[in-house]
């Protein structure tokens, strides 16, 4: 349950539900890559980065190490999106919780993309609608998706995005890599991140921070 929690948090802060999807692993053991997981590794142990999100949400930071921060956050995020869904959160464990968003988003996307659910198992469901959102997202930026798998069309919609981003921002972009940059961007610009909806979700908001 550890993994399946540091997953959670770094999904639910960096889940690409438009710009890149990724989907948290269920206890059906659906497994996604962890390089699509744009910058995982690297905020997973930025303290600074997830001290500024515990903030944002109104949640006391002071004396709290950054694990405690994290599990602070990604439980608030949770209930805030089973809110927003019309999950009832009462009684309920957040591993529980999270599970029913992770099934309810699945099935949102999929009915949106016309994806037919019936008689599917969820981590298959959850695969489907993840590559088929990723091939969306690489022909509205106008990737080619000809013999590419997801993995590396998700690199390749990844990078643009954050490309876009930090040009946008006004970044120099020159002899940088994605990595590099999107740590800029996240570390230094966030707010306006959000602001100017550089990594738009279908809604039109910026899924990190709503």
Same mark, same amino acid.
């Given at each position: 349950?550890?993994?399946?929690?540091?997953?959670?948090?770094?999904?639910?802060?960096?889940?690409?539900?438009?710009?890149?999807?990724?989907?948290?692993?269920?206890?059906?053991?659906?497994?996604?890559?962890?390089?699509?997981?744009?910058?995982?590794?690297?905020?997973?142990?930025?303290?600074?980065? !997830? /001290? #500024?999100?515990? &903030?944002?949400?109104? =949640? +006391?930071?002071?004396?709290? $190490?950054?694990?405690? %921060? @994290?599990? *602070?956050?990604?439980?608030?995020? !949770? /209930? #805030?999106?089973? &809110?927003?869904?019309? =999950? +009832?959160?009462?009684?309920? $464990?957040?591993?529980? %919780? @999270?599970? *029913?968003?992770?099934?309810?988003? !699945? /099935?949102?996307?999929?009915?949106?993309?016309? =994806?037919?659910?019936?008689?599917?198992?969820?981590?298959? %469901? @959850?695969? *489907?609608?993840?590559?088929?959102? !990723? /091939?969306?997202?690489?022909?509205?930026?106008? =990737?080619?998706?000809?013999?590419?798998?997801?993995?590396? %069309? @998700?690199? *390749?919609?990844?990078?643009?995005?954050?490309?876009?981003?930090?040009?946008?921002?006004?970044?120099?972009?020159?002899?940088?890599?994605?990595?590099?940059?999107?740590?800029?961007?996240?570390?230094?610009?966030?707010?306006?991140?959000?602001?100017?909806?550089?990594?738009?979700?279908?809604?039109?908001?910026?899924?990190?921070?709503?």
């Amino acid at each position: 349950m550890k993994r399946m929690s540091i997953f959670c948090v770094m999904a639910l802060l960096f889940g690409l539900m438009g710009s890149f999807q990724v989907y948290a692993a269920t206890e059906e053991n659906t497994q996604v890559k962890s390089s699509e997981v744009h910058g995982r590794a690297h905020f997973k142990h930025n303290p600074e980065f !997830i /001290k #500024k999100q515990a &903030e944002s949400m109104g =949640i +006391e930071t002071d004396g709290k $190490d950054t694990e405690t %921060l @994290a599990k *602070e956050v990604r439980e608030a995020m !949770i /209930k #805030k999106k089973a &809110e927003a869904l019309g =999950i +009832e959160t009462k009684g309920k $464990d957040i591993d529980t %919780l @999270a599970k *029913e968003v992770f099934e309810t988003e !699945i /099935k949102n996307d999929a009915k949106e993309l016309g =994806i037919a659910a019936e008689g599917k198992e969820l981590k298959d %469901l @959850a695969h *489907e609608v993840r590559d088929a959102k !990723i /091939k969306k997202e690489a022909k509205e930026l106008g =990737i080619s998706t000809d013999n590419k798998d997801s993995h590396q %069309l @998700a690199h *390749e919609v990844r990078d643009k995005r954050i490309f876009q981003a930090a040009e946008k921002l006004g970044i120099e972009t020159k002899n940088k890599a994605s990595d590099e940059l999107f740590k800029e961007i996240m570390t230094n610009h966030a707010d306006k991140v959000k602001e100017l909806n550089l990594f738009p979700s279908r809604e039109g908001k910026f899924r990190f921070f709503n």
